[in-house]
């Protein structure tokens, strides 16, 4: 199938190559040279695991190309993917300008191709698939846009999608199910015949209606966001009543109508989609007077989270009231990320910590095992940037763990506590198990357990 993925970010180059990988002939466009150059010259722009070979071997078999070039990439395309980002705007709501400028440039491609559905001779008409995240009724809207611009038929089909970052190949290649919101059985069976080599196992294809696709994403968004606001409000409990939330998490999670996924506390959820989606949520809801209370509790709690841990290290370095003077102290990060596996520092906490660090006049010196580009777009040289994980605690005052990536799981703390000017440590992730930091001579925070004060 020919096939055009519409933006070359996290989403459509993921899926571009993993469809590339099963035969299609996939054209990803971007509106971004650089990214496009980079793409050109074999590179990814962004980090994420085993997608550079997939690149690769797709490019080099002929399958997979890169461009900027809106009319050669939209001409021959049997099924446009529309990929671009749907960021929040000032009220929270998802932006969809840059869906509805790919959509005006979708309907002029079609008007100018040629033949009766822009595919020459065929008869057969494109299939136009929103697969970014968008408000129910944004199908609508685009369909609307394209047809203003032509007169020939087309199809429109809503295929949200689930990939996590980080894990983003496997995801697309194994989903727990597909979603297709289509207008036809024309456009619901070519779909289900593009996503058969990915259902092999048996995980299902659902097709319904297109709002009812468009409304899954954000309810399955919401959901797992609710899941984090929920365990982080029982943390603080847990905190002030003596508990301990790991311990807590697997009593409850042994009830299978609970489950065991998406309950770990930390510093709240970040990254791309969580944040901006519960809050388009919201607005869906208040935009037909229809407020949507749970999910705006979901946000606040969210947010509160960073702000909690922050008083902890205020309250550890102040006088007990209000941000603590950090002034001629170093404090350490280990993650910059917003989760492990990724370079993508959007909604990162880390990135809200050390501003507020800076602000009370420490000095930051973090690590992260892939994201130093993508920080040094937003911090600048504000912080210092340390080349192993071992050079962020060298005379540091304090450390301060924001990311689970693997390699801060088990680090010698003996070694550590040797550099460090105070063996003071901040878990954001309970990485760490408090009895074995009092053992090692820490004083120890971490989030919904006792604290070791030394
Ligand atoms: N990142 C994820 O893990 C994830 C997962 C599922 C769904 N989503 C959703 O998918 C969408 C894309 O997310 P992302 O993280 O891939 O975004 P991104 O910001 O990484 O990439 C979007 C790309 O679209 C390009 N673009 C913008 N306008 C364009 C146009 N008119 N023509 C061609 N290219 C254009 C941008 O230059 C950019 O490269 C969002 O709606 C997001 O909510 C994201
Ligand atoms: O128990 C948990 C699980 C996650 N998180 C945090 O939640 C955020 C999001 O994590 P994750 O869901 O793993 O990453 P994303 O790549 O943002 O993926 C989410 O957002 C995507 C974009 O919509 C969806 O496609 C995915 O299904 C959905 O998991 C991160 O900050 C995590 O640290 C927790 O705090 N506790």
Known sequence: ???????????????????????????????????????????????????????????????????????????????????????????????LKYVLAAARDIGDAIESA???????????????????????????????????????????????????????????????????????????????????????????????????AEMVKYASNAMLATKISFINEIAGLCELYGADVDEVRRGMCADARIGNKFLYPGLGYGGSCFPKDVLACISMGDEVNRPTDLLAAVHKVNQDQRIRFLEKVDAHFGSGSGPADLSGMRIGVWGIAFKPGTDDIREAPSIT??????????????????????????????????????????????????????????????????????????DGRNLYRPASMREAGFVYHSVGREAVTG
């Open 1 to 95: 199938m020919r096939i055009t993925m519409v933006g070359t970010g996290y989403v459509g180059l993921v899926t571009g190559t993993c469809l590339s990988n099963t035969g299609n002939d996939v054209t990803c466009l971007d509106v971004d040279p650089a990214k496009i150059e980079k793409l050109n010259r074999g590179e990814s722009p962004i980090y994420e695991p085993g997608l550079d070979e997939l690149l690769e071997r797709n490019k080099a078999a002929g399958r997979l190309a890169f461009t900027l070039d809106k009319a050669a990439a939209y001409g021959p395309a049997e099924v446009i993917f529309i990929c671009v980002g749907t960021p929040s705007d000032e009220q929270g709501r998802a932006d």
């Open 114 to 212: 040629e033949g009766p559905t822009g595919l020459g001779a065929s008869d057969k008409a494109k299939i136009v698939i929103v697969k970014s995240t968008v408000p129910v009724g944004t199908n609508a809207k685009v369909r609307a846009e394209i047809a203003s611009r032509t007169s020939k038929p087309f199809h429109m089909a809503s295929n949200p999608e689930f990939l996590k970052e980080g894990a983003a190949i496997n995801d697309f290649n194994k989903p727990d199910r597909v979603v297709l919101g289509v207008d036809s059985e024309d456009a619901g069976s070519r779909l289900r015949d593009l996503y058969a080599p990915f259902v092999r196992q048996g995980n299902p294809i659902f097709t319904m209606d297109i709002p009812s």
């Open 353 to 426: 910590l050390m501003k507020a660090l800076l602000e009370r006049g420490a000095e930051v010196v973090a690590h992260d095992p892939v994201a130093f580009e993508t920080c040094r777009g937003v911090m600048g040289d504000s912080i210092t940037y340390a080349g192993g994980m071992l050079d962020v605690v060298e005379g540091a005052d304090a450390l301060l763990v924001c990311t689970d990536w693997d390699e801060y799981k088990h680090p010698d703390f003996g070694a550590i506590r040797a550099k460090m000017r105070a063996p003071v440590v901040f």
